[in-house]
Protein backbone atom coordinates (compact mmCIF):
# COMPACT_ATOMS: atom_id res chain seq x y z
CA UNK A 1 0.00 0.00 0.00
CA UNK A 2 1.69 3.20 -1.13
CA UNK A 3 1.13 6.16 0.41
CA UNK A 4 -0.42 7.41 -2.47
CA UNK A 5 -3.58 4.67 -2.13
CA UNK A 6 -4.31 6.77 1.10
CA UNK A 7 -3.80 10.52 -0.19
CA UNK A 8 -6.03 9.04 -2.76
CA UNK A 9 -8.79 7.85 -0.33
CA UNK A 10 -8.84 10.94 1.62
CA UNK A 11 -9.23 13.33 -1.20
CA UNK A 12 -12.04 11.02 -2.56
CA UNK A 13 -13.77 10.61 1.25
CA UNK A 14 -13.42 7.29 1.08
CA UNK A 15 -12.92 6.83 4.47
CA UNK A 16 -15.32 4.29 5.65
CA UNK A 17 -12.88 3.92 8.67
CA UNK A 18 -13.20 6.92 10.22
CA UNK A 19 -15.81 6.16 13.18
CA UNK A 20 -17.23 9.54 13.88
CA UNK A 21 -17.56 8.93 17.50
CA UNK A 22 -15.85 7.64 20.57
CA UNK A 23 -15.04 4.07 20.30
CA UNK A 24 -17.04 2.17 22.65
CA UNK A 25 -13.83 0.00 23.45
CA UNK A 26 -11.98 2.70 24.62
CA UNK A 27 -14.17 4.51 26.89
CA UNK A 28 -14.99 0.97 28.66
CA UNK A 29 -11.47 -0.04 28.95
CA UNK A 30 -9.29 2.74 29.01
CA UNK A 31 -9.52 3.60 32.74
CA UNK A 32 -8.12 -0.08 33.34
CA UNK A 33 -4.81 0.79 30.91
CA UNK A 34 -4.11 4.15 32.15
CA UNK A 35 -5.36 4.79 35.41
CA UNK A 36 -5.65 7.77 37.08
CA UNK A 37 -2.73 9.14 35.49
CA UNK A 38 -2.14 11.58 32.70
CA UNK A 39 0.79 10.66 30.93
CA UNK A 40 1.42 11.20 27.25
CA UNK A 41 -0.64 9.09 24.37
CA UNK A 42 0.53 7.98 21.12
CA UNK A 43 -2.17 7.24 18.35
CA UNK A 44 -0.55 6.12 15.28
CA UNK A 45 -2.04 6.21 11.95
CA UNK A 46 -4.52 8.25 13.49
CA UNK A 47 -6.74 9.86 10.72
CA UNK A 48 -9.11 12.27 12.55
CA UNK A 49 -10.29 10.06 15.21
CA UNK A 50 -12.45 11.88 17.88
CA UNK A 51 -10.96 9.43 20.36
CA UNK A 52 -7.72 11.97 20.40
CA UNK A 53 -10.04 14.61 21.75
CA UNK A 54 -11.51 12.20 24.39
CA UNK A 55 -8.02 11.31 25.55
CA UNK A 56 -7.04 14.72 25.45
CA UNK A 57 -10.41 16.07 27.87
CA UNK A 58 -8.72 13.78 29.89
CA UNK A 59 -5.72 15.44 30.55
CA UNK A 60 -3.60 13.02 28.55
CA UNK A 61 -0.72 15.13 25.58
CA UNK A 62 -1.45 13.39 22.07
CA UNK A 63 1.20 12.54 19.68
CA UNK A 64 -0.76 11.25 16.20
CA UNK A 65 0.75 10.46 13.47
CA UNK A 66 -0.82 11.03 10.06
CA UNK A 67 0.13 10.26 6.29
CA UNK A 68 -2.83 12.98 5.07
CA UNK A 69 -2.66 16.59 5.62
CA UNK A 70 -6.73 16.50 4.82
CA UNK A 71 -6.86 14.22 7.58
CA UNK A 72 -5.21 16.90 9.85
CA UNK A 73 -6.68 19.66 8.71
CA UNK A 74 -10.14 18.19 9.18
CA UNK A 75 -9.41 16.96 12.26
CA UNK A 76 -9.23 20.25 13.93
CA UNK A 77 -11.82 22.29 11.64
CA UNK A 78 -14.10 19.64 12.76
CA UNK A 79 -14.11 20.79 16.15
CA UNK A 80 -14.10 24.27 15.79
CA UNK A 81 -10.62 24.07 17.00
CA UNK A 82 -7.63 25.86 15.45
CA UNK A 83 -4.26 24.30 15.03
CA UNK A 84 -0.68 26.03 14.65
CA UNK A 85 0.85 25.17 11.47
CA UNK A 86 4.75 24.14 11.65
CA UNK A 87 6.41 23.04 8.07
CA UNK A 88 9.10 20.72 8.76
CA UNK A 89 10.73 17.61 7.54
CA UNK A 90 9.75 14.38 8.06
CA UNK A 91 6.61 15.90 9.66
CA UNK A 92 4.49 18.58 9.31
CA UNK A 93 3.16 19.69 12.70
CA UNK A 94 -0.48 20.75 13.66
CA UNK A 95 -0.35 21.72 17.41
CA UNK A 96 -3.35 22.47 19.69
CA UNK A 97 -2.17 22.55 23.46
CA UNK A 98 -0.68 19.61 24.07
CA UNK A 99 -2.39 17.85 21.38
CA UNK A 100 -0.62 17.70 18.34
CA UNK A 101 -0.54 15.65 14.91
CA UNK A 102 2.18 15.08 13.27
CA UNK A 103 1.64 14.64 9.15
CA UNK A 104 3.90 12.74 7.28
CA UNK A 105 5.10 8.68 7.29
CA UNK A 106 4.98 6.47 10.43
CA UNK A 107 8.06 4.83 9.46
CA UNK A 108 9.72 8.24 9.54
CA UNK A 109 9.20 8.24 13.47
CA UNK A 110 12.66 7.99 15.79
CA UNK A 111 12.79 6.71 19.21
CA UNK A 112 13.57 10.47 20.84
CA UNK A 113 10.49 11.69 19.17
CA UNK A 114 8.21 9.50 21.45
CA UNK A 115 10.73 9.65 24.66
CA UNK A 116 8.06 11.04 26.65
CA UNK A 117 5.59 8.68 25.28
CA UNK A 118 3.98 6.26 28.18
CA UNK A 119 0.12 4.93 26.33
CA UNK A 120 -0.47 3.71 22.90
CA UNK A 121 -4.01 3.89 21.49
CA UNK A 122 -4.17 1.45 18.34
CA UNK A 123 -7.85 1.19 17.10
CA UNK A 124 -6.85 1.90 13.36
CA UNK A 125 -3.31 1.41 12.34
CA UNK A 126 -2.82 -2.62 12.56
CA UNK A 127 -6.05 -3.53 10.87
CA UNK A 128 -4.99 -1.01 8.44
CA UNK A 129 -2.07 -2.83 7.21
CA UNK A 130 -1.79 -5.35 4.86
CA UNK A 131 -0.25 -8.31 5.94
CA UNK A 132 3.14 -7.85 4.04
CA UNK A 133 3.41 -4.99 6.51
CA UNK A 134 2.50 -5.55 10.02
CA UNK A 135 5.47 -7.19 10.94
CA UNK A 136 7.52 -4.24 9.92
CA UNK A 137 5.05 -1.53 11.25
CA UNK A 138 5.29 -3.85 14.77
CA UNK A 139 8.83 -3.77 14.75
CA UNK A 140 9.04 0.16 14.31
CA UNK A 141 6.87 0.78 16.62
CA UNK A 142 8.38 -1.34 19.50
CA UNK A 143 11.56 0.56 18.33
CA UNK A 144 10.63 4.14 19.07
CA UNK A 145 8.62 3.99 22.16
CA UNK A 146 10.03 3.40 25.62
CA UNK A 147 10.37 0.37 27.52
CA UNK A 148 6.93 -0.27 29.84
CA UNK A 149 4.89 1.45 27.24
CA UNK A 150 1.19 0.34 27.69
CA UNK A 151 -1.04 -0.23 24.71
CA UNK A 152 -4.74 -0.59 23.96
CA UNK A 153 -5.02 -2.71 20.77
CA UNK A 154 -8.36 -3.19 19.22
CA UNK A 155 -8.60 -5.57 16.10
CA UNK A 156 -11.17 -7.01 13.74
CA UNK A 157 -10.92 -10.50 12.11
CA UNK A 158 -13.77 -11.35 10.09
CA UNK A 159 -14.48 -14.48 7.24
CA UNK A 160 -15.56 -13.02 4.24
CA UNK A 161 -13.16 -12.06 1.20
CA UNK A 162 -13.07 -8.23 1.30
CA UNK A 163 -10.31 -6.13 0.18
CA UNK A 164 -9.75 -4.08 3.26
CA UNK A 165 -8.60 -2.01 4.98
CA UNK A 166 -9.88 -2.48 7.23
CA UNK A 167 -7.81 -5.91 7.14
CA UNK A 168 -9.12 -8.83 9.73
CA UNK A 169 -6.32 -9.84 12.03
CA UNK A 170 -6.52 -13.14 13.97
CA UNK A 171 -6.18 -13.20 17.62
CA UNK A 172 -3.45 -16.02 17.44
CA UNK A 173 -1.33 -13.21 14.53
CA UNK A 174 -1.52 -10.72 17.65
CA UNK A 175 0.31 -13.50 19.53
CA UNK A 176 2.67 -13.81 16.79
CA UNK A 177 3.49 -10.22 15.99
CA UNK A 178 3.40 -8.77 19.74
CA UNK A 179 4.80 -12.10 21.68
CA UNK A 180 8.53 -11.42 21.87
CA UNK A 181 8.56 -8.00 23.08
CA UNK A 182 5.31 -7.42 24.74
CA UNK A 183 3.60 -8.87 28.13
CA UNK A 184 -0.31 -9.52 26.44
CA UNK A 185 -3.56 -9.47 27.68
CA UNK A 186 -6.57 -10.55 25.71
CA UNK A 187 -9.50 -8.41 27.04
CA UNK A 188 -12.39 -9.92 25.93
CA UNK A 189 -13.49 -10.79 22.15
CA UNK A 190 -17.07 -10.08 21.19
CA UNK A 191 -18.69 -10.99 17.93
CA UNK A 192 -20.47 -8.90 15.39
CA UNK A 193 -24.38 -8.87 15.13
CA UNK A 194 -25.31 -9.22 11.12
CA UNK A 195 -27.33 -5.99 11.56
CA UNK A 196 -24.23 -4.13 13.34
CA UNK A 197 -23.80 -0.99 10.91
CA UNK A 198 -20.07 -1.64 9.80
CA UNK A 199 -20.22 -5.44 9.60
CA UNK A 200 -23.57 -4.79 7.18
CA UNK A 201 -22.00 -2.14 5.47
CA UNK A 202 -19.19 -4.17 4.35
CA UNK A 203 -21.47 -7.37 4.17
CA UNK A 204 -19.05 -8.85 6.76
CA UNK A 205 -19.93 -12.97 7.92
CA UNK A 206 -18.14 -14.02 11.56
CA UNK A 207 -17.10 -10.86 12.21
CA UNK A 208 -15.57 -10.02 15.31
CA UNK A 209 -13.45 -7.09 17.70
CA UNK A 210 -11.35 -7.87 19.91
CA UNK A 211 -9.33 -5.80 22.75
CA UNK A 212 -5.50 -6.40 23.66
CA UNK A 213 -3.42 -4.98 26.57
CA UNK A 214 0.14 -4.93 25.67
CA UNK A 215 2.69 -4.18 28.12
CA UNK A 216 6.05 -3.33 26.28
CA UNK A 217 9.44 -5.27 28.06
Given at each position: MEHEFWHERWAKKEIGFHEGTVNQYLYDHWPELAGKGTDAVFVPLCGKAHD????HDRGHPIIGVELSEIACKDFFEEAGEKAKIHPGEPFI????DDLQLWCGDFFQLAPDDLKNIR?????????ALPPNMRK????????????????LLI??????????????????????LY??????????????AKD??????????????????????
Open positions: MWWLTFKHLVYDRAALIGYVEHLTAVIPDGTRITLDYDTEIKGPPFNVSNEEVQEQDDYEIEHVLTNNLHPFAKRRGLEGASESVFRLTKL
